[in-house]
């Protein structure tokens, strides 16, 4: 069973994502993808409110005038990628004794894998030891290409949390991570991109049923964002709504049907799971 629309709303209200004075004078701006009476459309959070925008994340982004309430709506992941990237042992605190990577480490999860915030994980029946791994995303807005790491914020629209669930027997048996972060469901992502957002300042926090199991600067990111979206960007081409997600720090944990699973992220809010 889904967590309910009332206990999701006070989340986000806790989160911080909801719009406020200080979030304004810092410019930033919630962007989110929403079901509402059967439509989905794209929007701007404000308050509790979300004004509905016509062109999408990309184009013109001209509010329509209509509005709907965040209680009534259903928040989507917040973008339609094409292509979704993750990056393996990209913080020293998760690389343990192994040696520090070169260069990203970068694979792929599978459009499948995605699920909305609020939407639940669900543990395969032959899974046993499946974990969070909470990351921060980055959400790309133009066309990118074998960008240059001085140009490649140019292309970036903005940053979202993202949750890269790992089947661990399965990342350690398997010849590829097809199924072990790929699987349906193991990336939730959301609850909202934010642009403006002055990331290295901001920390990612992982709960678990409440207690803290993951904390980190992302100022700690071993290859930032212009590194990565460059690195990438030299070997696939990475459109407009393709998503990022860039590593995991410190240790993670097995999950259980019934847990609950928050990442936060300081500037942007919480991304909230139950596991199934």
């Known amino acids: 069973m889904s967590i309910s629309r009332r206990d999701f709303v006070a989340t986000m209200a806790a989160s911080g994502l909801v719009w406020n004075p200080t979030a304004a004078a810092a410019g930033l701006t919630y962007y989110v993808r929403y079901e509402h009476r059967g439509k989905r459309s794209y929007g701007i959070l404000e308050k509790d409110t979300i004004r509905e925008i016509r062109g999408g994340l990309f184009g013109a982004k001209t509010p329509t005038g209509a509005k709907v309430n965040l209680a009534d709506a259903k ?33 792929f999860k599978p459009l499948p894998s995605l699920v909305e915030p609020g939407g639940e994980i669900i543990i395969p029946p032959d899974a046993k030891n499946v974990h969070y791994e909470g990351e921060f995303v980055i ?66 926090q992982t709960r678990l049923n409440g207690e803290v199991k993951q904390s980190q600067l992302l100022s700690d990111l071993l290859f930032d964002v212009p590194a990565i979206v460059s690195f990438a960007s030299h070997h696939v081409t990475l459109q407009p709504g393709d998503v990022i997600y860039t590593g995991t720090p410190g240790s993670t944990s097995a999950m259980k049907p019934g847990d609950v699973v928050e990442v936060e992220i300081e500037g942007i809010g919480i991304l909230r799971n139950r596991i199934r």
């Open 75 to 107: 928040l989507l992941y917040p973008c339609e990628p094409t292509t979704v990237l993750a990056v393996g042992l990209n913080y020293k605190s998760h690389i343990g004794n192994r040696p520090a990577p070169t260069k990203p480490e970068l694979f």
């Open 139 to 204: 959400v790309m807005g133009k066309t990118a290409r074998q960008v240059k790491e001085s140009d490649a914020l140019q292309y970036v629209f903005g940053y979202t949390c993202g949750n890269d669930v790992s089947e661990r027997d399965w990342q350690k048996g398997d010849l590829q991570w097809w199924r072990a972060k790929g699987s349906d469901t193991f990336g939730p992502l959301g609850p909202a991109i934010v642009t403006g957002l002055d990331y290295p300042k901001s920390r990612l």
